[in-house]
């Protein structure tokens, strides 16, 4: 069975930085692109962030280039993505979520997902 | 990179058949074959209903179709039922991104 430990999200100033991780079980993450989707009210779902199966090619939406940085360590189950510079408008709920075998596979498993709070 | 578009609601009597349409452009839904559905309920993760335009996972019941017709992607669910009550979101891969449409809820009447 397909597992997800989520954690590391919270509350935190604009301008502040989270780290936020996957710790999946049951599959060979090292077979699977992985990637981050967040939602909010406002916006629905939106994409964020993906990386290829052995971490070399990272791609970001728009919104977030520059400012957060998606990895994987494949030895510890493990998918990360580190923000910085955090602003209102990255409050979501962030999801990590698996791919398949290319960048256009569909999403199979969906984490439960963390909430973002970004606030003064 | 924009959202995908869809309508914000749509509604139908159990029986019915409804459909949701998904607005993109020459950049994606246009150029690639890899549309995907997702159903959301309250509180929970979405899940897949649909990839590749019209391809269904396993586990799916085979009510629920997809089609694209140039820009435009479409999901019919058929013989709508009460557990049918969610919300949608059509999924469009562009290459070096990945685009979400705004979400459409069903209502089942």
């Known amino acids: 069975e397909v597992q997800v430990v989520e954690s590391g999200g919270g509350l935190v100033q604009p301008g502040g930085s989270l780290r936020l991780s996957c710790v999946f079980s049951?599959?060979?993450?090292?077979?699977?692109?992985m990637h981050w989707v967040r939602q909010s009210p406002e916006k629905g779902l939106v994409w964020v962030s993906r990386i290829n199966s052995a971490g070399t090619s990272p791609s970001y939406a728009d919104s977030v280039k520059g400012r957060f940085t998606i990895s994987r360590d494949n030895a510890m189950n493990t998918l990360y993505l580190q923000m910085n510079s955090l602003r209102d408008d990255d409050t979501a709920v962030y999801y990590c979520v698996r791919g398949g075998s290319g960048s256009y596979s569909p999403f199979d498993f969906w984490g439960q997902g963390t909430l973002v709070s970004v606030s003064s | 990179q924009s959202a995908l578009t869809q309508p914000r609601s749509v509604s139908g009597s159990p029986g019915q058949s409804v459909t949701i349409s998904c607005t993109g452009t020459?950049?994606?839904?246009?150029?690639?074959?890899?549309v995907s559905w997702y159903q959301q309920h309250p509180d929970k993760a979405p899940k897949v209903l649909i990839y590749?335009?019209?391809q269904r996972p396993s586990g799916v019941p085979d009510r629920f179709s997809g089609s694209k017709s140039g820009n435009t992607a479409s999901l019919t669910i058929s013989g709508l039922q009460a557990e049918d009550e969610a919300d949608y979101y059509c999924?469009?891969?562009?290459?070096?991104?990945?685009?979400f449409g705004g979400g459409t809820k069903v209502t089942v009447l």
């Open positions: 049951g599959f060979t993450l090292r077979n699977y692109w």
């Open positions: 590749d335009v019209s």
């Open positions: 999924c469009s891969y562009a290459g070096s991104y990945i685009l």
């Open positions: 020459n950049s994606d839904i246009g150029t690639y074959d890899y």
